[in-house]
């Protein structure tokens, strides 16, 4: 085009306009792979023959006058009529197939809308098909993940799991089966190691909020400035550094399911009244979002302390500790229930085998008989750290006492022989060390619970763990 005419061209700014509409309206006809209209009602005002053919309808008539919906069940037209915006590259789809559409509002001369008007594009679908292969795996991974999580946070427990035939036990399991019965508030006491988590797991597994989430939480390992955002979430951008994605808190999570409440004690004052709240409304805000979010959660609680203690000391709300308790279930200590010992052993050492794949192990009688001696302050949990250990120093099948020796703590075997006369630094540090150790033994390696059992703080414990490595070779 010659200078002086494109420059014409150029300041003329509703020519070129006007020219660009006419371009784009003449492109866009060849563009697309069907059309459809849709009325202010969200009806089916007008289709293309592409459109329907695409759909599988047979003629027009199918969809003439049907709410948009019931043709096309991910239309989102409706709102694009609502927003008043348009929406200009979608991925939706439609069966087993995936379109890439545009959608854009109708508007009356006055700039009312009166209806939508949606796009299949079809040029674009094959060089967006990279995209689109990409969208369909993401979404089957997503998909996957999602079913996975969902596995993840069902019960992992059965009532079945709980093992014991003492009468202690059966009363146990019998109050558990009635609890899942009852839509209220169950406080699980017992030492630890006792079965606590197992039996809220068996509660939630009995009860008909089984096919939702079983979602646990654990008061003593999460620090009390991050309890809040651990129950209720975290908003995007709440505070500095936190994520840009919303962080769903343990409330949402267990929605229509079990949230389990593990070492109820040390919840902190402030967090108490906050969880009685919830309790009460059924519903809190997530941090940093103003929201009210509604649940439909079910909390079993558990404790190792005397939580009635607490309250007389006034380190617990009384109003929530009713709240709790609504139903309570003692688990005995095992040094109370030694005639599960063969039981228990029994099912251990078959846990054990199925995972390590070794050889399948028994009890000897005096092996029983060397185990019924010990107090068991770890109780199943400690029982099942020694019968590991005895597996992995043995060789026989029949474990015998002796292979409990060296695994089996001092106090079972007495302390017969004379003891040199030690130094008393050093004594005193052997003796930390020991009762360190066989606390660690007691839980399992879990510390929290090992600082419980001794009556420690987490961060004493860690100190003293420390020293023992500086001791220990
Ligand atoms: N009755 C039982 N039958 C079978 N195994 C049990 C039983 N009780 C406890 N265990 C074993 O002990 C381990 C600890 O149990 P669990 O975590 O349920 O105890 P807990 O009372 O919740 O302990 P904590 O108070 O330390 O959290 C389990 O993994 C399981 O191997």
Redesign the pocket.
């Known amino acids: 085009m010659p200078v002086q005419s494109t420059q014409a061209f150029l300041t003329n700014a509703a020519a070129i306009h006007k020219h660009a509409m006419r371009t784009l309206f003449r492109q866009l006809d060849s563009l697309y792979e069907g059309a459809i209209v849709v009325d202010r009602q969200g009806r089916i005002a007008w289709i293309d023959d592409k459109y329907r053919a695409m759909l599988g309808l047979r003629d027009a008539q199918q969809a003439l006058g049907r709410e948009i919906e019931q043709v096309i069940p991910n239309s989102l037209l409706r709102d694009v009529m609502r927003t008043g915006e348009p929406i200009l590259l979608d991925i939706m789809e439609f069966g087993q197939q995936t379109f890439v559409v545009t959608r854009l509002p109708l508007e009356s001369d006055q700039g009312d809308v009166i209806g939508a008007v949606g796009f299949v594009l079809y040029e674009q679908l094959h060089q967006l098909k990279p995209l689109v292969a990409k969208f369909t795996a993401l979404q089957q991974e997503l998909a996957a993940a999602r079913r996975g999580l969902a596995e993840r946070r069902g019960a992992k427990y059965a009532l079945d799991?709980?093992?014991?035939r003492s009468a202690a036990?059966l009363e146990v399991k019998r109050h558990a089966a009635r609890a899942a019965q009852l839509d209220v508030g169950v406080l699980?006491l017992?030492?630890?190691?006792?079965?606590?988590?197992?039996?809220?797991n068996a509660i939630h597994a009995l009860s008909n909020r089984a096919a939702a989430p079983f979602i646990g939480v654990?008061m003593a390992a999460v620090p009390e400035t991050l309890l809040e955002a651990e129950f209720f979430g975290v908003a995007p951008g709440a505070y500095t550094g936190a994520d840009r994605r919303i962080r769903d808190g343990k409330f949402k999570q267990a929605d229509g399911g079990t949230l389990f409440l593990?070492?109820i004690g040390d919840l902190p004052l402030t967090m108490q009244s906050k969880l009685l709240r919830v309790l009460q409304e059924q519903e809190f805000e997530m941090l940093g979002s103003g929201k009210v979010i509604k649940v439909d959660v079910r909390v079993i609680a558990?404790t190792?302390v005397d939580l009635a203690a607490l309250v007389a000391q006034g380190r617990f709300r009384s109003d929530l500790y009713y709240r709790l308790n609504v139903l309570q279930i003692n688990?005995p200590p095992l040094r109370d229930r030694l005639e599960?010992l063969d039981v228990?052993c029994d099912?251990?050492l078959q846990?054990i085998y199925e995972r390590h794949g070794t050889r399948r192990r028994s009890m000897t009688p005096p092996a029983l008989a060397l185990l019924g001696a010990y107090r068991w302050p770890g109780?199943?949990?400690e029982?099942?750290n020694v019968l590991e250990r005895a597996c992995i120093l043995s060789d026989s099948s029949r474990l015998s006492a002796d292979a409990f020796d060296a695994v089996l703590p001092l106090t079972v075997h007495g302390h017969g022989a004379a003891q040199p006369v030690r130094n008393y630094a050093a004594a005193l540090a052997e003796f930390d060390n020991t009762i360190t150790r066989n606390a660690l033994d007691a839980?399992?390696g879990?510390v929290?619970?090992a600082a419980?059992l001794l009556g420690l703080s987490r961060a004493t414990m860690y100190k003293r763990m420390a020293n023992m490595k500086n001791v220990t070779p």
Do not use: M, P, Y
């Open positions: 799991d709980f093992v014991g036990c699980l017992g030492e630890t190691g006792t079965g606590k988590e197992i039996l809220a654990n593990d070492e558990a190792s688990l599960d228990l099912a251990l846990q109780n199943v949990r029982l099942r839980t399992g879990n929290v619970a419980k």
